[in-house]
């Protein structure tokens, strides 16, 4: 039977967050790149939440945007509402979170794709990968079609033998009633590659028309609006913005959780996959969190053009009728109409400590993944996997080095380091505490610490990196200055003092000791600043934290460098670990397993203590002695 043939440089499967950004990444790079999805209706389909960003989930948005990805300049174009978190907090914390139109983000990013030079949208179901000598060489589709390719990446989320359950109601589909995926999982475990089965869910959709607001809390946008890419101008985002809606479980709402927890797949028995700690469902949260009266949920509307809102916090697994009853017994909801019903979706993942930190498998040279395939949840996680797994399957090529990034520079660096070194036994989330570095790691200077990287793979212009350049420098100049501003304690300093309730002065000191106050700021310091050059706004934020948190600064590049030393010290892909007299059973198992590149990778794999490092330390300085005198 004759079949069809093709030739790509690099094979993208899957059109969701992750592939999206790699087939851009390397597209973009000039490669001939081929992007396979089972709907191209479908492409960056939002399934679950109507929002980008978040708590850390805002950190890795601005990552990709600095990297040269599409995610942040997508949602940019179609949010409809948008909020800065964690304000009262400190800058470390504070992440930007948007409402997406959900159909209008999908279109948006499919058109993005569909005008991309070098790039091929596929509707097909890729069932194979083919190797030769553990290389990828192409992947075949159900229909017997063939792909060759130099590099392929597997974005196939939540798709591979997935399944819905609501209840005993039992759908063999991806989210939306939309095709799995069934016969990829067959072809990777001929290949050796360990697969592991997670569950997420979902809450239901409820007809914006069955729900009483006034008896909610109505919760608005930010009166300024800030945007997510860098190359985003911020009057453009200035927009009328929908209102979301607070509204909370009760007791009612438990009781019949607790009273029909026998019928939930999660209880029974029925579901297999392990669900996420740290997005869990209602039925979860009233067990795991028995002695709380009530659970926050977010009425959050799906778009502009549909009725659909979505009810945050109340992810679910229940039969169709106890949905209909404990979704009643919250204020607001008490005729509710259900349009989609909440369910929960089991699918085939990957064993992500198989991967290098570039993301590409260590068993099959040119085969990249990323996503939820790796272990992850969430849009963001994703199209953060998929940038990092496009670029360097387009390195791969190109036969340059590979892009990694490590934990002191990018929330992207903890999250790829934590997905190949740590046993993830559950979906991964990003959360800002998982990152040790995060006051270095803010949002609003993701673009001074990664724009050179995405500069030097090609993926951002030199116009913008040269604003990046002239914007550091600015920066710098401007701390400088205020560093020697001095300020007498004079009528118009107390005033000023005074007017914002902070201490007055006994004797001069510059301006920025008095940035330093808690109460005062760069902008209210104008009327004392009489050289004042005029700044751009995002300039003016860098300066304002740099002075605040210096002590803090310092102290954590401190540690950094400390952290850095043993990043650098490389173990060599082919070391022998057995050759390693002292190092316990259990430390030789878990390296020989995990292969790490680096001592500093090596000490963050559990059951690798710090006498295990030292152990090893010593070893390969020996090595390296003995070497250079052999020479």
């Excluded at 992207?412 to 790691?441: F, N, Q, W």
Aim: charged content about 25%.
């Amino acid at each position: 039977m004759p079949s069809i043939e093709e030739k790509y440089d690099v094979c993208v499967v899957g059109a969701g967050h992750a592939g999206c950004e790699a087939a851009l990444a390397c597209a973009r790079l000039g490669l001939e790149t081929i992007i396979f999805t089972v709907s191209v209706d479908s492409i960056a389909m939002m399934p679950c939440n109507p929002n980008i960003g978040g708590s850390s989930k805002g950190h890795l948005v601005r990552e990709i945007d600095a990297l040269g990805g599409q995610m942040g300049i997508n949602i940019d174009k179609t949010f409809i509402q948008s909020k800065m978190l964690n304000k009262s907090k400190g800058p470390a914390v504070h992440s930007l979170r948007a409402q997406a139109d959900k159909a209008n983000y999908s279109m948006e990013m499919r058109k993005t794709l569909q005008n991309t030079e070098h790039l091929t949208i596929r509707q097909a179901e890729v069932s194979e990968i083919i190797t030769e000598n553990d290389v990828i060489v192409g992947v075949k589709t159900v229909s017997g079609a063939t792909y060759h390719c130099k590099a392929a990446v597997l974005c196939t989320g939540v798709y591979l033998k997935a399944r819905c359950l609501c209840g005993d109601v039992i759908t063999y589909t991806g989210p939306n009633g939309l095709q799995a995926a069934n016969h990829l999982t067959d072809s990777l475990i001929e290949h050796g590659i360990e697969m592991f089965r997670f569950k997420t869910g979902t809450p239901a959709r409820i007809d914006k028309r069955s729900i009483d607001f006034s008896k909610m809390e109505e919760q608005f946008g930010d009166k300024k609006v800030v945007p997510f890419s860098f190359t985003t101008n911020p009057e453009d985002v200035q927009i009328d913005q929908v209102s979301c809606w607070l509204t909370y479980t009760n007791e009612k709402t438990h009781e019949i959780i607790r009273d029909n927890l026998d019928r939930s797949p999660m209880y029974s028995g029925m579901i297999e996959g392990t669900g996420p700690r740290y997005c869990p469902s209602i039925e979860d949260k009233v067990v795991r969190f028995a002695d709380k009266e009530r659970h926050q949920l977010f009425v959050e509307p799906e778009g502009i053009n549909t009725n659909e809102m979505y009810i945050g916090g109340m992810s679910s697994s229940m039969p169709e009728d106890v949905q209909y009853a404990m979704y009643r017994t919250v204020p607001g909801l008490e005729n509710c109409k259900i349009v989609r019903n909440a369910y929960a979706i089991e699918y085939d993942c990957i064993n992500p400590v198989q991967l290098k930190p570039s993301l590409e498998f260590k068993k099959i040279k040119g085969l990249f993944s990323g996503g939820q395939f790796n272990g992850s949840s969430g849009y963001e996680e994703a199209a953060a996997q998929g940038i990092i797994a496009g670029i360097n399957a387009a390195m791969e090529i190109l036969e340059k080095e590979p892009l990694v990034l490590d934990r002191s520079e990018s929330y992207i660096g903890v999250l790829i380091d934590d997905l190949v070194t740590k046993e993830t036994k559950e979906p991964y989330r990003m959360m800002t505490s998982r990152a040790e570095y995060r006051l270095l790691l803010r949002q609003d200077n993701a673009d001074l610490r990664l724009s050179k990287y995405g500069y030097k793979i090609g993926l951002i212009s030199k116009e913008r990196y040269d604003w990046v350049i002239k914007k550091e420098q600015l920066i710098k100049e401007e701390i400088e200055r205020l560093n020697h501003v001095n300020i007498g304690a004079n009528k118009e300093t107390q005033a000023l003092l005074e007017q914002y309730h902070s201490v007055p002065l006994n004797t001069g000191t510059t301006l920025s000791e008095l940035i330093r106050r808690p109460e005062l700021c760069y902008e209210m310091l104008a009327p004392l600043d009489k050289e004042r050059k005029e700044l751009p706004e995002e300039v003016i934020e860098q300066v304002n934290i740099n002075i605040k948190y210096d002590g803090y600064i310092k102290r954590q590049i401190k540690q950094v460098e400390h952290f850095k030393k043993l990043e650098t010290k490389r173990i060599p892909e082919d070391f022998n670990y057995d050759d390693v007299g002292s190092l316990r059973l259990e430390a030789r198992q878990k390296l020989k397993l995990y292969r790490p590149i680096s001592i500093g990778q090596a000490s963050r794999i559990s059951g690798v203590s710090p006498a295990d490092i030292s152990v090893l330390l010593v070893y390969m300085e020996q090595m390296h002695y003995k070497k250079q005198h052999e020479k």
